[in-house]
């Protein structure tokens, strides 16, 4: 797959829901092989297919110091939500240099499938779980910035538009 190029707030794209993938096959690898680059390349741990204009329910994730530890979540559902909730800071590849809080549930179960099609399911909390939720949010087309308050999704928005112009964009 070619090079992919990261989505950046406020495009409307992101926005798009994701698809369920209806087969795992060299055509989906490719892209999570291409998304493991965008991803490793911007520095992240964690990228969805919406990120990078592909509205298919994929994620992959790589949460390790070594980065060696590709984690592939094809068509992943969350079966499982704790009640408890934990506060912390959230970034995002498609916000670049944005960071801020964000509440969500401490722990999840979550069921997908992997790269090769195989079932994967899994508890995650801590890093993981936070990375979990947050890029499956992506594949409803939400975006962390959209748990903020309205004043302060402005001021990155219009943050992000000046990047974009003064970058070229």
Request: aromatic share 4%.
């Amino acid at each position: 797959m070619s090079k992919l190029t990261i989505l950046r707030y406020p495009d409307p794209r992101l926005h798009t829901i994701a698809r369920p993938v209806t087969e795992v096959d060299d055509r989906i690898r490719r892209l999570v092989d291409g998304m493991f680059e965008a991803m490793y390349a911007a520095e992240g741990v964690g990228l969805a297919a919406t990120q990078v204009d592909v509205h298919e329910r994929v994620i992959v994730i790589d949460t390790s110091d070594k980065r060696d530890d590709q984690l592939v979540l094809i068509n992943p559902e969350l079966v499982l939500i704790s009640d408890e909730q934990v506060l912390s800071e959230e970034g995002c590849l498609s916000v670049p240099t944005v960071y801020d809080k964000v509440l969500r549930p401490a722990r999840v179960r979550v069921h997908a499938l992997g790269r090769e099609g195989e079932r994967v399911e899994f508890d995650a909390e801590g890093l993981l779980g936070k990375c979990v939720q947050h890029e499956m949010d992506h594949l409803v087309g939400k975006v962390f910035v959209e748990y903020l308050s309205p004043l302060k999704r402005n001021r990155i928005k219009t943050k992000m538009l000046k990047q974009a112009r003064d970058e070229g964009r």
